[in-house]
């Protein structure tokens, strides 16, 4: 009986583990402010992978996001052999609805994030991985969505017997405007998200990341914190 109760107590006692992927992205700092938000007792860690040409900036803003949030732990995986498209010598032909991939495009990129993940929520005691990827993501890119997330719990269910780790999309349902008005609701600190795919210190304003967030910033009428080296006009 006594046992029984201190097992009880112990097993109260000890805070649920959370395991966050943080790019420096608007999307997966909205997962990080969510969960922090929705479950304020437990205890959140994140994660960032560097691959191939990834930015220097934006890993420097995950870590900016990571200690804001105040986290647990900000672990930084090295996996420079992972390169984009555009950074293979030989591209492969890989085509979703009939359409080519966008340069940025990683082949088998959240499959080996999530096990990264995975491994390193294992090393933690943590039981949920959480990640930030949107509607429109799930719509561009073969590897992200709901039966995609399904299948890959379904992997970790036989990989890990017993210790019922999940990953889990939130966002998975809003589009990326949604996302964005919620991270004004959350209050995450915008001048601290990075969304350039170019290699400078400040947002270029030329590339699709750039263009594509000054666009939602003006049409949902939100102030862009950030600094750009050119504002496109509409
Ligand atoms: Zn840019």
Redesign the pocket.
Known sequence: MVNSLKASLQGSEVPERVLVLLSGGIDSAVALWMIRRERPESEVYSLSINYYRRSAAEAEYAAKLAAKAGVVSHTIIELHFLREIEDQQSPSQITYKGAELPPVFIPVRNLIFYSCAAHVATSINAKRIVVGHNRDDAENFPDVGPTFIESFNQLLRESLPGYDLTLEAPLIKYTKREVLRMAVELGVPLEDTWS???PGAV?????E??RTRQRMFRDLGIRDPVAYERINTP
């Open positions: 350039c795919w170019g947002h270029c304003g030329r590339c990341g750039c």
